[in-house]
């Protein structure tokens, strides 16, 4: 999904939201897992790890504390956002 989302940021809203900047948007995946995609083949995770989208970056080994109006709080760190996409495991 994060790396869906990347993509998106990338190519859709550099393409259709002129009033958007890409360069301005972030996707943070938080994971309590300790790597990337922990649930296929350990190559694809190193892969999905090497490859570096606009603004992303990986929160791995720690669990999402609190979620409000102002964005999330993990491990003690408030992650600042205007858009929390959520899903199920």
Not at 50 to 67: K, N, S, Y
């Given at each position: 999904?994060?790396?869906?989302?990347?993509?998106?940021?990338?190519?859709?809203?550099?393409?259709?939201?002129?009033?958007?900047?890409?360069?301005?948007?972030?996707v943070i995946l938080v994971d309590m897992a300790?790597?990337?995609?922990?649930?296929?083949?350990?190559?694809?995770?190193?892969?999905?790890?090497?490859?570096?989208?606009?603004?992303?970056?990986?929160?791995?080994?720690?669990?999402?504390d609190q979620i409000d109006e102002n964005g999330v709080v993990v491990a003690g760190?408030?992650?600042?956002?205007?858009?929390?996409?959520?899903?199920?495991?």
């Amino acid at each position: 999904m994060a790396g869906a989302i990347a993509v998106m940021v990338r190519t859709t809203l550099r393409s259709e939201f002129k009033r958007i900047d890409p360069r301005s948007a972030r996707v943070i995946l938080v994971d309590m897992a300790a790597r990337v995609l922990g649930t296929f083949a350990e190559s694809s995770g190193r892969r999905a790890s090497a490859t570096r989208a606009v603004g992303r970056r990986a929160e791995l080994g720690h669990a999402v504390d609190q979620i409000d109006e102002n964005g999330v709080v993990v491990a003690g760190e408030r992650i600042a956002s205007k858009a929390v996409i959520w899903t199920p495991v």
